[in-house]
């Protein structure tokens, strides 16, 4: 019992979460996700600097599906962002579908969600990929680690009215 609570309180120190904790396997798992999504974005640019939302094919996405998530940017001083689509791996990995949610509705600057409004908002800002690697709790208080990246998606070219994302939750193989 005194070795279980002593794991369980070595795991909630979120430093931990390094990435050589990450085991081979689910590293390569994450590489090939991240790779095909950005074959699809790029297929999907054609002549275009950055694609539209309804230029991504699912289908092309495949086997990335569980680990893909749609945003629409909304506009406004603050801007904010509605998961449109969020795969099953995500919804597992965070403890909760943000499907149709803002994200500014569920998250403020005191909880754990907050850093991806900030990569978000880099992805908006910058107009390239941002990647995302946050050390965090989720909705379910146990110590993640997530990796990924974000693209943009632009109607028009110039501004972006959308994010296409991937990754994947990591959770310490102390807490499992």
């Known amino acids: 019992m005194v070795k279980l609570v002593w794991r369980l309180l070595r795991c909630s120190k979120l430093s931990s979460l390094s990435s050589h904790a990450i085991p081979m396997k689910q590293r390569l798992a994450l590489k090939n996700i991240l790779e095909r999504v950005e074959r699809v974005w790029n297929d999907a640019r054609a002549v275009r600097d950055i694609p539209r939302r309804t230029d991504i094919d699912p289908i092309q996405l495949g086997s990335a599906l569980p680990h893909i998530t749609l945003l629409d940017v909304v506009p406004g001083d603050p801007i904010d962002f509605r998961y449109r689509i969020l795969g099953q791996q995500l919804i ?78 990591f959770v310490p193989l102390e807490v499992v």
Request: with cysteine; hydrophobic share 40%; aromatic share 10%.
């Open 92 to 169: 597992k990995g965070y403890g909760f579908d943000l499907t149709g949610h803002q994200h500014r509705a569920v998250a403020d600057k005191s909880m754990m969600a907050w850093p991806f409004y900030d990569v978000y908002v880099a992805c908006v800002t910058s107009k390239q990929s941002q990647p995302v690697e946050i050390r965090t709790r989720n909705r379910l208080q146990l110590p993640v680690h997530v990796k990924g990246t974000v693209w943009p998606l632009s109607e028009d070219g110039v501004a972006i009215t959308g994010l296409l994302g991937a990754a994947m939750y």
